[in-house]
């Protein structure tokens, strides 16, 4: 069927809504509470146009595209009558900076949020460089409000592992409690109270932990303003660059975004496909993984009793020449199956080819992360891409040579050390519990001199003299393995069991454990403990 809107013959879809049908041709018609994961609402009234034949101003979301319909999207009384609405929206929302005289003169020489222990304004806002309110304030050219706003003194909620919580901030678009309601069938958050004690929050009072959220993160990412935010992310401001990747923290493999800086340092995650949530460790595990301050981020090499930082040419040399005598059935290489395909396979061609040696192990992890392997009798010397073995056994061997992203019990009994990218900072082919084949692309830089585990192994294998390891990049690596084509996971025909149950979460990756790594799993930890019964002291 054809339209016309703001004077442009248009095609709408069956079903379609007027405000679906000019997004899709490309006329931006100003909006809060709708969004593209969600039904319409029709609460914001901020898309209201006018329809030949139709009284009053319809919401252009909840109004279906018809026929020979005549839509104009942006009159001045429109775009007054917006204005309006957006004056009453943001007299209960810190708004100094929206209506100040000297704002373009401070971004000019402020761009970047302050951070402060409560936000009373634009400047102290996490979500100052992406919120909606402020985009629209900016279209609408409001210059001041017809009277004072009222700050409602809601107190801050900082309390959740991974959520902060500031209502003064809130507009009621009701966005977080519909992705709840639509993701999940029933919703952790709801409208509570009525009239002007109207807020989002859950019922007596609890905590999100005690009320069974689910901490995918859905509701942060739907929020129009920054009453929302991401615990870890929201103060490195918006990204310079987002890349879709997929997660290998458990079997799933789901597809998501890795949201990076200037510095190409992840800040953030979501979900690729807005409809389908991540588990928590999926939506804010990794950034904080990646970045913690434990990274390895230099070769090491054992010199008495104490690791001593070196550069790669040495540490590589050093290793060649220690693993020459252990060429043969002595040595064994460890690895668990979160590499990637390139990785396994360089690992293993490494053991089979330059090492000769039949030990070339792969350790699967159980449901919760957890991947350990034993090395068979005989061994003196190995290569461990993390902390599978017991240290015990380690500890009797004359060589160990410890590739991995933190220190771990396996690294106290290391020889040498050499530090490994993981995650988002890996490009590579990676096989999920479906044994389909997902893309894995660099989406931030690795810390120090952290490297890929194949590239890692390729130069070692030419320090020690083999002529076929040298790659240029992963792709030939992909090539003399032969893999097919990957595909991220995107659709799901329903939701991966952690991100309905946080409790299904894995605990481990590469033999570390989670929640010494990222503290709001810590706390969830602490939090999904039973309370011990008290003992009667008579």
């Not at 997660?247 to 807005?274: E, F, I, K, N, Y």
């Not at 020459?324 to 990785?343: H, M, Q, R, Y």
Request: aromatic letters at 6%; glycine letters at 8%; one cysteine or more.
């Amino acid at each position: 069927m054809q339209l016309t809107i703001d004077g442009k013959t248009v095609t709408a879809r069956d079903g379609e809504s007027v405000l679906q049908c000019a997004l899709r041709h490309r006329i931006n018609v100003p909006r809060l509470c709708t969004h593209p994961s969600l039904p319409a609402f029709g609460a914001c009234r901020m898309c209201i146009v006018e329809i030949d034949g139709l009284r009053g101003f319809p919401a252009s979301c909840a109004t279906p595209a018809s026929a020979g319909m005549v839509v104009r999207t942006d009159t001045p009384p429109l775009k007054d009558l917006r204005r309006r609405v957006l004056e009453f929206i943001l007299l209960e929302h810190p708004s100094a900076c929206l209506v100040c005289e000297k704002e373009d003169l401070c971004e000019k020489y402020r761009p970047k949020a302050a951070k402060a222990g409560r936000t009373t304004n634009c400047h102290t806002c996490n979500n100052k460089e992406v919120c909606e309110v402020r985009s629209l304030a900016d279209v609408l050219e409001l210059k001041d409000l017809p009277v004072a706003p009222v700050y409602r003194g809601f107190k801050l909620e900082r309390s959740d592992p991974f959520i902060d919580r500031d209502l003064n901030l809130c507009i009621l678009c009701g966005r977080c409690v519909r992705i709840c309601k639509a993701q999940h069938g029933k919703s952790t958050i709801d409208f509570i109270g009525r009239g002007s004690q109207t807020h989002i929050g859950e019922a007596f009072g609890r905590s999100l932990t005690e009320a069974g959220c689910r901490f995918c993160g859905s509701c942060v990412d739907v929020c129009p303003t920054g009453s929302l935010a991401d615990r870890y992310g929201k103060w490195f401001g918006a990204a310079k660059r987002i890349t879709a990747t997929t997660c290998t923290l458990c079997d799933a493999g789901c597809a998501l975004t890795v949201h990076a800086s200037a510095q190409s340092q992840a800040v953030m995650t979501r979900a690729v496909s807005p409809r389908v949530p991540l588990c928590l460790l999926g939506r804010f595990a990794i950034p904080e993984f990646l970045n913690g301050v434990g990274r390895l981020k230099a070769p090491q090499i054992r010199v008495n009793k104490v690791l001593r930082t070196v550069r790669w040419p040495e540490a590589l040399a050093q290793a060649a020449e220690r693993l020459k005598p252990f060429i043969g059935e002595t040595f064994a290489l460890v690895c668990d199956t979160t590499s990637t395909l390139e990785d396994r396979y360089i690992l293993q061609k490494f053991t089979r080819q330059v090492m000769r040696s039949p030990h070339y192990l792969e350790c699967q992890a159980d449901s919760k992360g957890v991947a350990r392997g034993e090395l068979p009798q005989g061994v003196k010397a190995a290569l461990l891409t993390g902390d599978f073995v017991d240290p015990e056994r380690l500890s009797k061997l004359d060589l160990l040579i410890v590739q991995d992203c933190y220190a771990s019990a396996a690294t106290q009994w290391a020889h040498v050390s050499l530090p490994a990218a993981v995650l988002a900072e890996v490009a590579g082919t990676w096989v999920d519990g479906h044994g389909l084949m997902r893309p894995l692309r660099q989406a931030c830089k690795a810390p120090g001199e952290a490297a890929v585990d194949w590239h890692i192994i390729s130069q070692l294998a030419q320090a020690m003299g083999a002529a076929d390891f040298a790659y240029a990049s992963v792709a030939a690596v992909r090539r003399e393995i032969g893999a097919g084509r990957a595909g991220l996971r995107i659709r799901k025909a329903e939701t991966p069991p952690p991100a309905s149950d946080p409790r299904l979460r894995r605990t481990h990756y590469r033999g570390h454990e989670l929640e010494e790594r990222v503290r709001g799993l810590a706390e969830l930890a602490a939090a999904e403990q039973p309370v011990a019964a008290v003992a009667n002291p008579h």
